[in-house]
């Protein structure tokens, strides 16, 4: 009886202990480990808890590329990158191609803003494709983005401009506009967090004061705070299009979304689907980049989204694009596209 009562007394205690160890590890603030919105590969090596090659690992990096199964990955000591192809008849029986690129970072890593001719008084006026960007930049991930630049070829209103940490432009409307782009805008803080604004709502000045390094303004805002955008829920934009789109899921932790349209495998949505997946996938931010036959997603020097190959006369170039890390990319580029 003493020997059940002694095992009863230990087993209490080694549930108390764990109890305590537990909730010292949440007041130091750690977080649960890293899952990838879609496993990995069997082949895939195990990860940090942040998602991450453990620093004592043999390889460099983790590489796929596999166009058949529409996977590409990339993973080292502070980046993970995995893109996957999608394809379905979504709302109102419309074929639909689509790319969901979760990107995860150390503290510290981030998007970088890139332009075809980087001195600020030519910004707009030297296009490239975006395959031939990426390559120049030896830019591992490189997509289109809000197409400032060409607002400054085209002498259009700006909108509110960091990039790098510099204030660019500090032009925008007063409200959200009808029509695209609305001049909403989503901002990259120090910390790797992301925050949508709606146009009128913030200025350069304020946003660089609170530690703001880039903001893209485009719009509308596809999701604040969780929330679908006001635009999005008045169906102000349900006409069908290509779509990229750029969001948060946590601190360093991004989704990007990149829509084929107007060809006959793919026929591009309206912005509700657009922000109901993201938020079903665990965004609370969310805004709509420049769309159209604009949108490109590029890894490893070479275009992932198709339009380029069904249409090439609709393969527009670009002014700048947004990339993340860099890689020598002639070792793994075969003959040219």
Known sequence: MLHCMLKKMLLVAAVLVMVLCCAVSLAEGDTAAFTPLYPLR??????????????????????????????????????????????????????????????????GVKFMIQHANPDPQYIGRKFLYAHDFARQ?????????????FRVYAKRRPGVIIQNGVILADDTLSQPHWTLPTYDLIALYEDGSLKTYLAGEIGAEELLAQGVTDTWCFGPVLLSNGEIGQQVIDKQFEYINPRQTLGMIEPNHYLIMTVEGRHKNSDGVGLTWCAERMRDLGCTEALNLDGGNSIKLVFMGSLINSDQHYNEKNDRTVTSMITLGTFPLETILGEEE
Do not use: C
């Not at 930049?137 to 630049?149: P, R, V």
């Open 42 to 107: 069997s082949d895939a090596p195990e990860l940090t808890a942040e998602g991450f090659l453990p620093e004592d690992s043999q390889e460099e990096y983790y590489l796929v590329i596999d166009k058949e199964a529409g996977e590409w990955t990339y993973i080292d000591h502070e980046m993970f990158i995995n893109i996957r192809q999608f394809k379905d008849v979504v709302e109102r029986e419309r074929n639909l191609i689509w790319y969901e690129t979760e990107v995860k970072v150390a503290p």
């Open 137 to 149: 930049t030896n830019s591992i991930l490189a997509i289109s983005d809000d197409f400032y630049g």
